[in-house]
């Protein structure tokens, strides 16, 4: 069965979340097999990366690093759907102008390649601190319904019988019960782990038929072109300073 991908914001890509066919699996031969489906979650991890390596991992070409990864699953494995989950930081603007033009640029332009865009939302969530000294009072905002989100599209994958296997790019351990539910539904199906840079967890051990980590060093090689041309014919260039 073909590799269905989604994926979850993007300054530097935040939220990004794949399932896809991982590991050396059963893969039917082409022809035959529908493709597996990758879901992925790496803002969080990419911007580690930039801080760690100073290596420029934005306007990645998320299609091309999934294709990269399908070797280590096996030799007749290939993508039917890849599905990015993300949010735009709208409350950023005002200290980072042009924040959501860049995002939402980045999100035209992975989708001319044909992966499917899921956006939850920043909600702001307030952080008191009385003591006899002071009184802290601080506002932060948290991405939610991405993990959701992607939970939600596993378990649907797994009970539309659409793919042979999927393939989840995050170390988010909240998703751990979502494989453990597909693999309820439907035993046969593959369930694979992609560790972005910086994010492996032991507790996706037990719940996939395989998982790898993605070095650091494997982002900053796939980049997007400069200048894409969509279905429609339109430009989308790359954000200056991207």
Known sequence: ????????????IPGSTIIASDASASWFPRGHDPGGFFFLSLYHAIRETRRKTDADCRWLDIRSLCESRLCLIDPTARIAQIHYFSALAHHLEKSRPGTVMRHTRYLDAIS????????????????????????VHLRRHEEKETDVAIASAIVEAAAARECSAIALVSGDTDLVPA?????????????????PPYRSNRAFNACTDGHFKIAPTQLPRHRLPDTIVNADGRTIAKPVGR
């Open 179 to 195: 494989l453990q539910t597909a693999h309820r539904i439907r035993s046969g199906l593959k369930r694979y782990c992609f560790f």
């Open 1 to 12: 069965m073909g590799l269905r991908l989604l994926g979850p914001p993007g300054v530097a």
């Open 112 to 135: 001319a390649s044909g992966i499917v865009t899921h956006l939850g939302v920043f909600k702001p969530k307030d952080i008191r601190n009385h003591s006899p000294t002071c009184d």
